[in-house]
């Protein structure tokens, strides 16, 4: 996945990285996860992408694609990797519908809730 780093130094000398993470329009069967994906860079462009000779950025504009339709698969995990502490192959594995069923959360039980007397006419108020 291509990435843009740069150190940019600030008024008082201290540094700061910075990255860049090019997106282009999802496929299809991307889609469902979200309108965006990274692009990414063919191995076969991989030292035509790295040749920092080249100054023309229209060389390497049209290598900035996203993945075609039906070249990246994806299926769903655990909730686990939302956990720091979870390190383990399992987390790239797909879920089974048994862990699934573990992993949703239970129904809170919370007692009514009273409505207190007011007079903002029926409006409600943030404060």
């Known amino acids: 996945m291509p990435r843009f780093a740069e150190t940019w130094i600030g008024p008082n000398?201290?540094?700061?990285?910075?990255?860049?993470?090019?997106?282009?329009?999802?496929?299809?069967d991307l889609a469902v996860l979200h309108r965006r994906v990274p692009v990414t860079i063919a191995p076969d462009d991989f030292e035509?992408?790295?040749?920092?000779?080249?100054?023309?950025?229209?060389?390497?504009?049209?290598?900035?694609?996203?993945?075609?339709?039906?070249e990246?698969?994806?299926?769903?995990?655990?909730?686990?990797?939302?956990?720091?502490?979870?390190?383990?192959?399992?987390?790239?594995?797909?879920i089974t519908d048994e862990e699934r069923a573990?992993?949703?959360?239970?129904?809170k039980k919370t007692a009514p809730r009273k409505a207190a007397a007011s007079d903002d006419e029926g409006q409600g108020s943030l404060f």
Not at 102 to 107: Q, T
């Open 13 to 28: 000398g201290e540094e700061m990285d910075g990255v860049a993470i090019v997106t282009a329009p999802a496929s299809r």
């Open 48 to 70: 035509r992408w790295l040749d920092a000779r080249a100054n023309d950025a229209d060389d390497v504009m049209a290598l900035l694609t996203g993945p075609r339709e039906g």
């Open 72 to 94: 990246f698969a994806w299926h769903e995990i655990s909730t686990r990797v939302n956990r720091v502490a979870n390190d383990d192959a399992q987390l790239l594995l797909p």
């Open 102 to 107: 573990a992993e949703e959360p239970k129904p």
